[in-house]
């Protein structure tokens, strides 16, 4: 009978199925163990400071998780609240979103933070199971650099898409690979196109390592069609019911306002680089000339690391196969290779054409950098070995001891709960910038007459065309008028300092607001009561104190 596979006998050995009999399949074992347990304790540590838990982290997590309840009460994303981004989180978060019946929304969003470390557990752990036929210094230094990563650490503070993003796509590239190649398996191939499917029903990002592989599979197009159609299958799975129901605003919030979008203040390259490396954690707007200096260095060693190793270096032998003698034969990259090294480069190369870049963008990134350097260390293990393990074992060190740094530095979270719970009582219409201190007090659902605004931000961009609310948004008549709609329904306004850049302030809001509302608080945020009964002068600019 024919093997499943070309090239491969029914006694050729492979690697990886030994079992742990073996002592290097021992040490692959611990080493992926190891660096789990680190991926998990370095964000829980980040989780668990003091005010993290159940205070407002961060703008995304309340996007998410709010998404979540919404569905739950009867409202569907795209047709009853603007969500530019596509449904798959919001949907992986319904479990936990109910339990605010019994917790509260405050409560729930605890339970999702304490989720996201294990998840980035999963991801180091589905890595080192991508890994596992190699050597223990390769499964070592690719798994211990995915549980050092900074932004993959930062953004398992709260509720990231990314984290989720990478569970799935790492999960897809398990069931592809059989050691350094493909799987020829048309089931696997349909399950992996499955979790690529859903990875980019979490975001669309999902799609460059699929473009990746199907050029990776190019020569065989049957297995290429396996995998895109498990892909298309479980994306219009998650999302062709709200395809069906609302087709129009889906595609006008998921793809053309975010296509179209554009920002006043294009983030530049260094600055970008200082954040993919992960040299500095900081805001994007606060790198100095230093650190963009910093960044490019370690960007520009880290690429030419990468090009002298796999240009110059032959790769290992498997299975018992022998490398062809030919010297552009031994230095072509196995398909395991091209993938990390081919996902890295698209990916870096989609970081740098949108105007705006976040930390947690570059989260994506990290599997792919820590699997190409992983392999990259294999290659020279068996020429350099004393080399590839000392310098190994000194980086990755420094890397665990900058990544300890970056998780005992993230700050405190404000915990806005007592104070809301004195000013604005239960089941009032809350309408604010930042639905996170909603979730965090427990006033996030305000009554069936209260618009379902789940993201500010994200509605003034699909409202306006794809303009931010402190540029051209401000003068967007669309856009204006659907938060005068807000506006009068609202009995509170809830209005941060970042209002500025997500609402689309211009006089007919601040007049509306000036006429209307009436200020009852400064702290936790500027929180304004509806107050007809005193229709002129409030005393105070509320431009100025919303920060737009």
Not at 206 to 221: D, E, G
Request: proline fraction near 7%; charge should be positive.
């Amino acid at each position: 009978m024919a093997s499943s596979s070309p090239g491969r006998s029914r006694g050729a050995w492979v690697p990886g199925r030994e079992g742990l009999g073996n002592p290097r399949r021992r040490l692959v074992l611990v080493l992926v163990v190891g660096a789990t347990l680190v991926a998990v304790g370095l964000r829980l540590e980040e989780v668990l400071r003091p005010g993290h838990l159940l205070g407002v982290v961060q703008y995304d997590d309340s996007v998410y998780l709010g998404a979540a309840i919404r569905i739950l009460a009867g409202n569907l994303p795209y047709r009853d609240f603007t969500l530019i981004q596509p449904p798959g989180l919001p949907l992986l978060l319904t479990p936990i979103a109910a339990l605010s019946h019994w917790i509260g929304t405050r409560g729930a969003m605890g339970t999702a933070r304490i989720l996201v470390p294990v998840v980035a557990g999963a991801d180091v752990l589905l890595l080192g199971w991508i890994l596992r036929h190699r050597s223990p210094l390769v499964a070592g230094v690719a798994c211990f650099a995915l549980a050092a990563y900074p932004d993959d650490l930062l953004s398992a503070q709260t509720v990231y898409q990314e984290p989720f993003l990478n569970l799935l796509c790492l999960l897809g590239a398990a069931l592809l690979f059989e050691t350094d190649t493909i799987t020829f398996s048309r089931r696997r191939l349909l399950w992996a196109g499955v979790a690529f499917g859903l990875a980019g029903a979490v975001k669309l990002w999902a799609i460059f390592p699929v473009l990746v592989l199907l050029l990776l599979l190019r020569r065989t197009p049957g297995r290429a069609l396996s995998l895109v159609l498990g892909s298309l299958f479980a994306f219009l799975v998650v999302c062709s019911p709200f395809l069906v129901i609302s087709a129009g605003p889906f595609i006008h919030q998921v793809l053309v306002s975010q296509a179209v979008r554009v920002d006043l203040n294009r983030v530049p390259l260094a600055v970008r680089l200082v954040m993919i490396t992960g040299v500095v954690i900081t805001n994007v707007t606060a790198v100095t000339l230093t650190q963009r200096k910093l960044g490019l260095g370690v960007a520009a060693a880290l690429t030419a690391f990468l090009v002298a190793v796999f240009v110059g270096f032959p790769r290992v032998a498997q299975g018992g196969v022998r490398v062809s003698s030919g010297w552009w034969r031994r230095r072509r990259t196995t398909q395991l290779e091209s993938y990390a090294l081919g996902a890295l480069l698209i990916t870096v190369l989609a970081l740098m054409i949108p105007d705006d870049f976040y930390f947690h963008y570059a989260t994506f990134l990290g599997p792919f950098l820590v699997m190409a350097l992983g392999l990259a260390a294999g290659r020279l293990e068996p020429a350099l070995p004393e080399i590839a393990y000392g310098a190994a074992a000194l980086i990755l060190m420094g890397a665990l001891l900058h990544a300890a740094l970056v998780a005992r530095g993230v700050s405190s979270a404000p915990d806005p709960a007592l104070a809301l719970d004195r000013l604005i009582p239960r089941g009032a219409c809350v309408i604010t910038d930042n639905p996170a201190y909603l979730i965090a007090s427990d006033r996030y659902l305000g009554g069936p007459r209260c618009p379902p605004v789940v993201d500010p931000y994200g509605t003034t961009i699909a409202s306006s065309g794809g303009l931010v609310a402190n540029g051209e948004a401000a003068r967007s008549l669309p856009a204006v008028k659907t938060w005068i709609g807000y506006f009068r329904a609202a009995q509170f306004l809830l209005l941060t300092p970042a209002s500025g850049v997500r609402i689309p302030w211009d006089r007919t809001l601040e007049s509306y607001v000036h006429a209307h509302f009436a200020l009852i608080a400064t702290q936790p945020a500027l929180i304004l009561r509806r107050a007809p009964e005193e229709p002129s002068r409030r005393g105070y600019s509320l431009i100025t104190l919303a920060g737009a």
